[in-house]
């Protein structure tokens, strides 16, 4: 770990305890009041509005947008609200207003209890949920490992303990409360982190305005430091922290707006529309109003969620850039004399005393006035002077995920550093809890429940079984994914891919279940094979990031190029940028209406069924039987 960490006294581990065993409380309550399937999978559908609201924004920001979306704001600046603003749009508007009453309607009248089942009873295809349930459980660890790292990086530097002892100490706790309240357990544990996370990060703007000198001398301060951009985001088009990157296409210099529009921004504030663990949500209140009273709640949430993150991600280079530590080193670059902006090989004293380079460290930094004790260095046998100076955010951090703790720990006061660590707490046991549930409920109910069909009585006990089965496997490959996380801003990038694979997959069958009536069961079943396929294709072979990750993209090139590439793409300047949701969306969605049109409608009875409650169902029955005896 490269950041230093705050002393945790006794009080800071009190506080922890205290929170600790109010989110036990909550846990057994919801264990207490869990009687039916339907109780643990869906809250029993009568969950109070404000307890929804805050279950749901409470699960959608977890500490990949706090700590990985901030550190990555830390990086590329601003742009990133754009993602907020989609958020609010999409994420809760669209979300609640138009899709969280028929989703609502549409799982009361087919008894649905999680969102596979939805689809699947929707389609009346087994297939669909059994598949939908193996996607979930497959790349739900993905995303909970970002939320685990986030979570955990930050645990281990202010406790001052080694990284994969939190993460198994954490992931225990999370395991303990889910497994046995089920999601009435993690809908009142919700509730009280969503309201712990409000207050903090609310606290986090205010203090952060208050470090930089104000709203104003804060972001001039910011777009002042434009000139500090590294030369390797430069490359691909970083105009400062306050600025949009270049666009454009075809060169590589717009790279850095593909990544930030279409991995960060529409792959997440998209993707959100059919994740399962959200979804699930507008199935757990008894009513429209309800669901009504639930949006405002959760826009405010959200903004200040992700606003206050993306916003203070950017200002952490402003304090770094005039109150962090200085870094010692000689000039080998003037940037900017009037600002007195330069690049400086970073050097340390050796054995002997004298001045010598750090192998390969270089920053650039706002120069110090001079100090006449750093003396000089020699340097080709001459004699240059050793200055003082300070950077911007990822010179001190390291990497994007250590951005934002690396902030607060060098920042904030001491008692905010608390504050914080339960605002982390609470965003990911919030997200992690949700996400694992829907893990265990996917493998339970979607996959075990609809290949080996229990006859006996005791069916909702085996349900319940082989969720928290579910749940346990699910934690135990978050964990090991988890473990020694070394990539760069891999929090950003993990939740990225699980909400895009959710949006590509299942976005295109869900609107059409819920909206399209023509929509077949081929069609949903075609829709929802493309999307994954063609987004594995693209992450597997043309995605550079993660396909060198992976692997199997060197070795296609290099048996067929006879040169290993990150990409097959790799000539083609920013498609290898592009996230997969800008192609295999787009995609899953014609596919879903072409095969439509092409294939026998649905059963006119069902469809009754689904958007008229069973009495039409039954008269749409009764009419078509009379109709094929010849009776009008």
Known sequence: MTLLAQTVGLPEVIVVILYLVMVGYLGWLGFRRTRTTADYMIAGRQVHPFVMAMSYGATFISTSAIVGFGGVAGLFGMSLLWLTFLNIFVGIFIAFVVLGGPTRRLGHRLDAHTFPELLGRRFQSKFIQVFGGLIIFFFIPLYAAAVLIGGCVFIATQFNIDYNVALLVFSVIIAAYVVVGGLKGVMYTDALQGSIMFVGMFILLIGTYWMVGGVVEGHQTLTSLADLVPANFKTIGHQGWTATPDFGFGDIKYNLWWIVISTITL?????????????????????????????????????????????????????????????????????????????????????????????????????????????????????????????????????????????????????????????????????????????????????????????????????????????????????????????????????????????????????????????TRPAAIASMITGFVVTAFWLLLIKAQEAGDIGLVQIVTKALTGEAKTSILANSPNWPVVDPILVALPISAIVAVVVSLFTQPPDQSHLARCFHGPAAANKESRAKALSATGVE
């Open 267 to 519: 792959g997440v504030g998209v993707g959100v529309l059919a994740q399962p663990q959200l979804v699930v949500r507008f199935m757990t209140v008894k009513s429209r109003k309800e669901l009504n009273r639930a949006v405002l709640i959760g826009g405010i949430f959200i903004i200040v969620m992700t606003g206050v993150a993306f916003t203070v991600g950017s200002l952490s280079n402003a304090w770094f850039a005039t109150h962090g530590q200085p870094l010692t080193g000689r000039v080998v670059k003037i940037i900017s004399e009037e600002k007195n902006h330069a690049v400086i090989q970073l050097m340390s004293k050796n054995e002997k005393g004298d001045w010598v380079d750090i192998e390969g460290k270089m920053a650039p930094v706002v120069l110090a006035e001079a100090d006449p004790t750093l003396g000089n260095a020699t340097v080709s046998g001459e004699q240059v002077p050793v200055v003082n100076g300070r950077s911007i955010s990822i010179v001190y951090a390291g990497k994007a995920d250590d951005i934002i703790p690396a902030y607060i720990n060098k920042a904030m006061p001491k008692y905010f550093g608390l504050l914080f660590l339960l605002t982390l707490l609470a965003a990911a046991m919030s997200t992690l809890s949700s996400q694992f549930h829907a893990l265990g409920t996917a493998l339970g109910r979607d996959v075990v429940e609809q290949i080996w069909p229990s006859k006996a009585e005791s069916g909702i006990n085996r349900s319940m079984h082989i969720t928290r089965i579910g749940i346990i496997i699910g934690i135990i490959i978050a964990v090991v994914i988890s473990h020694d996380p070394d990539e760069t801003y891999i929090i950003a990038r993990a939740t990225a891919i699980f909400m895009g694979l959710c949006a590509s997959a299942f976005l295109p069958t869900f609107v059409g279940g819920l909206f399209f009536r023509r929509m």
